[in-house]
């Protein structure tokens, strides 16, 4: 018996001229989705025959199983990691991400062809249920979705900020720096509704004396949730007046005033 792909221009190997005593032969180990062809001889004590008439068979297309979807990992605000079961001859999975139940899906991952049998979903909204699903793609077939796996995002971490009281100051005090952190580590901003400062960055200027409040305040990320603010309240002093009394020729006493805010 022989068997070929190509019209018998060339023969499987282990298939060329293959002898039975039977009148059918089993072909085994044979390749997917493909198109052989057979031919027959006999042969007796009298000698072999020509090659029979060669009929054709093609094999069928395996049919992809789809992986089995298994429980999320290291799951935080913003990510997590989707993970399945191996599946012999899978080329690569397909990964589908939703929040409705897949009505529509997350954008971007449904097109991402992933080798191994797990997936970092990244980009995602914090304290939101998700939903995913796997298929399998091999050489010839693409399989169904896999079960579906649920898992909800961490809530935003709550953050405290900080804020280092401040002394009264003079008017004539030097421009000054003020001192506030986030326990997340986001940086501070600072404010303050007074027309006595102007703050740049964390340096305040001291235009002219009265009461002031400065506000600091996070307004937190996609891990953090806004921070509580903080006000401080400090006094901008008036210069103390020098006062100067002096006599004129006439003998008048004249009081001077200086150094106090007009």
Known sequence: VDLST???ATLVENFDGKITLKTYM???T????TTYQYRVRSAGVSGKS??????EATTLIPTAAPPVATAATEVTQLDFIANWSAVEGALQYKLQ???DAFETVVAGIDAVLITENSFQVTGLKAATDYSYRVKTITAYDTSGYSNTIEVSTIARSAQVITFTAIEDKNFKDPDFELSA???SGLPVTFESSSNAVRITGSTVRMVHPGSVTIVASQSGNDRYDQAPAVSRTFCINPPRPSLTLTTTVQGELVLQVEGAEE
Do not use: H, I, R, Y
């Not at 044979?30 to 989705?33: G, I, T």
């Not at 020509?50 to 009929?55: H, Y």
């Open 50 to 55: 020509g090659n029979s008439n060669a009929p």
């Open 6 to 8: 190509d019209d018998f």
């Open 97 to 99: 991400v939703s929040e």
């Open 30 to 33: 044979l390749q997917p989705a």
């Open 26 to 28: 089993t072909f085994s």
């Open 181 to 183: 952190s986030a326990d």
